[in-house]
């Protein structure tokens, strides 16, 4: 009888496409993954989105300038401060009006606090993306103490809509000061503990070292920003390009990883809390005291152009772009949303990966999908 | 070699792991040290004084409010969540016709708590509640009338 013998290269598997999302526990939230699968080999990645699109940039075509702030909490809804800033800074580039120190240091201050809870929560969720539950009810705990002074202050836990064109909505509460300065001790007490729990775990590094490469070339062309391009060694953060609000004041450096790994990623951001502890320090100790509102007028009218305003938000390059015709609502208005271009690095490094690896390295992108589908 | 150096490594990993999760535990279950969840129907919940819950309207004793019916938090507001019907009814002491809310209704489940009509009100007759037990078995509970049956405006408010 004569033997068969098969060449492993003669034997073809079949390819088959699996649906990731959007009701998928691993995903964060109703993000729908398209993928081609060879065996455990993830061949191609095709996103489809619109299934948490709410179309607000129309929405904000009938909403007065005012009314749009509140909108902009709905798409990142983690860095919800930082949003709300991007659109009162654009509205006073336009109008041309000069904000009180105060609230310039008030933003900031509030906008690195949204960061670090962010970033916290993102741990948390990372961690348990790839095994580890331990580090959810960790970092929630500690992003819980923001909750409570953002809770104290601004009247909201999570979509403050505390910026308004001209200043802020109220007052810091008479227990801001203290607080923040009880709560940046103590994070900075825990994160070396997160280093012990989760850094250093053989099997974390296993996960994160060498996988998930993006080059830095890759990151450029596919627009990614944020932490997702420091840690391919791009700069691009947009608090040293173009300081905003109070952080041409402060002193901090930008954080850059050169692996472009899913380590790299996870290592910028849990840099960057600390980076962000030490510009609330540097501000919270003088807060200048003129006011929390500059004069505008009840019913804001823009003049006839175009305006762009970028910041940096927990995950990324964030803009808002502006089209006025003069009237009291605007003709468009366009936001640049991090989390989509970063969505298209996920399209080209998932290749060829294993389909757990894809779960790691789509955590390191920290995706809000309401802020990818606006 | 390698293979006997990952399993130790692996365990000692596992090891350093335990022991802070182990701090944090034994502290907790014997003292209660690290502790931070609350029993929260049996104790009350911690809520801060300027939760934007719901927006109330506030009464006085005899049953009096201070909204004039001028519609500034109706148009202020981004989504419609506030409605005020009004008519003009004839003051018999002036002899001029006023205005006078006949319900000012607030659609809670509309609400995005954006606390412009607030900042809009030029008599301060809105404000903030901190209730936050809004759950409703039925969506058309979520409606509410916010002056009260009977109410009328104080007097000595104008717009």
């Known amino acids: 009888m004569e033997q068969v013998i098969y060449n492993s290269a003669d034997l073809k598997s079949q390819e088959y ?12 939230g109703v993000l729908r993954l398209i993928l081609t699968m060879d065996g455990e080999m993830v061949k191609n990645i095709e996103p489809d989105l619109g299934y948490i699109h709410r179309s607000i940039e129309k929405q904000c075509e009938h909403e007065g300038y005012k009314q749009i702030i509140h909108l902009t909490d709905r798409l990142d809804y983690l860095s919800s401060h930082m949003n709300n800033e991007a659109v009162a800074l654009a509205i006073e580039q336009a109008m041309q009006i000069e904000v009180p120190e105060r609230v310039k240091v008030i933003r900031t201050i509030m906008g690195e606090l949204t960061r670090i809870a962010s970033h916290l929560l993102w741990w948390g969720v990372m961690g348990m993306d790839v095994g580890a539950l331990t580090t959810f009810m960790y970092a929630f705990r500690d992003r819980e103490m923001i909750n409570d002074i953002m809770e104290e202050t601004c009247g909201a836990r999570l979509t403050m809509s505390y910026s308004t064109p001209g200043g802020v909505m109220f007052d810091l509460h008479p227990n801001f000061v203290n607080r923040v300065k009880e709560f940046i001790p103590h994070l900075r007490s825990v994160i070396p503990k997160y280093d012990e729990l989760l850094t250093g775990n053989i099997i974390f590094q296993k996960r994160m070292k060498n996988v998930g490469f993006l080059s830095a070339q890759d990151a450029i ?15 691009c953060d947009r608090r040293i390009i173009e300081p905003y609000s109070a952080l041409s004041k402060v002193d901090f450096k930008e954080i850059l990883y050169q692996e472009g790994d899913n380590l790299a990623r996870y290592n910028v951001r849990m840099k960057e809390m600390y980076e962000s502890l030490h510009i609330i320090e540097q501000l919270i100790d003088n807060i200048p005291d003129d006011g929390i509102q500059a004069k505008t007028k009840a019913l804001i009218k823009l003049p006839k152009g175009e305006f762009l305003q970028r910041v940096e938000t927990a995950r990324g390059d964030f803009g808002v772009y502006i089209v006025s015709d003069g009237k009291k609502n605007p003709y468009r208005v366009k936001f640049r949303s991090p989390g989509f271009s970063n969505l298209n690095t996920l399209m080209e490094i998932g290749k060829n990966q294993l ?20 | 070699m ?24 034994f502290p907790s279950i014997i003292g209660r040290k690290y502790t931070i969840t609350r029993q929260y129907p049996e104790e009350p919940a911690v809520v801060a004084e300027r939760f934007k819950g719901e927006v109330v309207m506030w009464h006085n004793e005899n049953n009096e409010h201070r909204c004039t019916g001028c519609q500034a938090c109706e148009i202020a507001c981004p ?3 506030i409605e005020i019907i009004w008519d003009r009814v004839l003051n018999e002491e002036t002899g001029k016709k006023v205005k006078v809310i006949d319900k000012h209704i607030y659609h809670l489940g509309m609400c995005t708590m954006c606390n412009l009509c607030i900042q809009a009100c030029p008599t301060n007759a809105i404000m903030w509640s901190t209730n936050f037990h809004n ?5 058309s509970q979520l409606t509410k009338v916010l002056n009260h049956p009977g109410s009328k405006l104080m007097t000595g408010v104008e717009e």
């Open chain 2, 79 to 81: 989504n419609g969540t």
């Open chain 2, 135 to 139: 759950a409703t078995f039925d969506r």
């Open chain 1, 221 to 235: 062309s596919l627009g990614a920003s944020g932490p997702v391009a420091r840690g391919s060694g791009v700069s």
């Open chain 1, 17 to 28: 496409f699996i649906n990731m999302g959007p009701q998928h526990p691993a995903a964060h």
């Open chain 2, 2 to 25: 390698s293979y006997f150096g990952d399993i130790f490594g692996g365990i000692r990993s596992l090891l350093t792991g335990m022991k802070i999760t182990g701090g944090y535990f």
């Open chain 1, 355 to 374: 389909l757990g690896d894809l779960i790691a390295i789509s955590a390191t992108m920290d995706f809000v999908i309401p802020d990818i589908d606006r």
